[in-house]
């Protein structure tokens, strides 16, 4: 009997591991380029193929949906592709993604390109981050990324000339138009045809070895981003972080306005310190912090001087003027004019209308305090010869008097010395019921 239930447990699992599809298929690791390229990402795209290599991946995708970005974060993120052990696809992705500018570059990068219907990619050509290019210059930086595209194009064995083109003359191409011309190696409508694509395919690594893709039944696991990573990226934007600074900036005016609010003050560092954080990575034209300052400038002195509007009109423009000069970088880098427009007005009504109250509050007399026993009247509850006592709200007081002052006599507080009123004779007599 029990040699029996033991054949039977034998052929089970002789059953179990030789029948198909049992067992876990292979894993692909993918990765979103989701908006402008930036040193954030770099760092993800590093980290999604440390969890491709400490998973065994079969591929990692990268998915591509950008306008471009900065072309140092480019040359690390193409770096880390090369340097890859896990086969990269990089794939366009949905209908009406791009991969312009850097994006090309990215999009070159992976062992396998593909893109989805309804895509487009190309119009390459770098853009200079301070001043203007002139020709020679131009001909450096070009020649530079010319030199990068051909020799990841040419080691993949696509159209590098073509490639070239997209730097030279900014061409742009559809998915259709990209396959055609030799930049792509497939074009797919989903993930799960792409995968179906790339089964059996044989790929040819950046260092020339070639390998074979097994993806049948392949599943997609989504990247494990850390919460570091997700700030960086949901404030990675120009305009986000524009906006967190001036709520930050505003935050910080509160607290110093009227102390011991505490959360304007501690909201406001924190916001500023993140808006920072995000403009830090981008280079900074100088005359846009200069006109920002100056906007500052100008909306506290229209609440403290009469200038019929125009300080605050002339501060607005200069927050837009230095919004819109603030980043140098390609179109897509910079802060959109609706966001500064957005902004100013609102941050400038605010700005005054808390100036104008603090000008009004330290205008008025002061009632609180020995400053606030200035210009009160009172009586002589003694002779001042010249000191003695005063009535003055009802209190009695030790008061001197420059002159003698009569007992019952109507005094007015001239100064306050220490614990002792200064007084003087007020020439009228009080009236009755005083």
């Not at 730097?167 to 998915?175: D, L, M, P, V």
């Not at 509050?361 to 606030?372: F, H, I, Q, S």
């Not at 002589?380 to 209190?395: F, I, K, S, W, Y």
């Not at 004779?425 to 009080?430: L, M, N, S, V």
Request: hydrophobic share 50%; net charge neutral.
């Amino acid at each position: 009997m029990l040699g029996k239930f033991g054949a039977l447990l034998l052929f089970c699992a002789l059953f179990t591991v030789s029948a198909p599809g049992q067992g876990p298929g292979p894993q692909v690791v993918a990765v979103s380029i989701d908006g402008e390229i930036s040193p954030i990402t770099a760092e993800i795209v590093g980290h999604a193929i440390e969890q491709a290599k400490s998973e065994n991946a079969a591929m990692l995708l990268i998915r591509i949906n950008t306008p471009g970005g900065l072309m140092e974060a480019t040359r690390q993120t193409i770096q880390k592709l090369d340097a890859s052990p896990v086969p990269v696809v990089t794939y366009v992705t949905p209908s009406g993604a791009r991969a312009a500018s850097a994006g090309f570059f990215i999009l070159e990068a992976g062992d396998i390109a593909a893109m989805a219907p309804g895509t487009n990619t190309g119009a390459s050509s770098p853009v200079l981050m301070v001043g203007q290019m002139d020709q020679v210059m131009r001909d450096k930086v070009e020649n530079d990324a010319a030199a990068m595209l051909r020799s990841m194009m040419t080691r993949r064995g696509r159209n590098s000339e073509v490639g070239e083109q997209t730097i030279r003359q900014a061409k742009a191409f559809t998915e259709k138009e990209a396959l055609d011309q030799k930049l792509i190696d497939l074009v797919a409508s989903s993930e799960q045809q792409l995968l179906q694509s790339l089964d059996g395919r044989e790929i040819t690594r950046w260092d020339g070895h070639k390998l074979v893709l097994h993806l049948a039944g392949a599943t997609v696991a989504e990247t494990r981003e850390t919460l570091r990573e997700r700030v960086v990226s949901a404030i990675a934007d120009p305009n986000i972080g524009f906006i967190l600074l001036v709520l930050g900036v505003l935050g910080i005016y509160v607290e110093f306005t009227s102390p011991g609010l505490i959360f304007p003050g501690i909201a406001g560092a924190i916001l500023a310190l993140l808006g920072l954080s995000s403009l830090s990575i981008l280079p900074i034209n100088w005359t846009g912090v200069a006109l920002l300052v100056l906007a500052l400038a100008l909306f506290v002195l229209e609440a403290k001087f009469t200038s019929h509007g125009m300080l605050g009109i002339g501060g607005t423009i200069s927050m837009v003027l230095g919004a819109l000069l603030l980043v140098n970088g390609p179109p897509e880098l910079r802060i959109h004019i609706s966001t500064a427009l957005a902004v100013a007005f609102p941050f400038a009504a605010i700005t005054m209308f808390l100036v104008s109250i603090v000008v009004k509050a330290r205008r008025n007399k002061v009632l609180t305090g020995p400053e606030g026993m200035i210009g009160e009247l009172g009586i002589a509850e003694t002779a001042l010869e010249p000191e003695g006592q005063v009535r003055v709200r009802g209190e009695y007081w030790d008061a001197i008097a420059a002159a003698p002052v009569p007992a019952g006599a109507r005094v007015r507080v001239s100064g306050v010395a220490g614990l002792k009123l200064k007084v003087e004779k007020i020439a009228a007599a009080p009236s009755a019921g005083s």
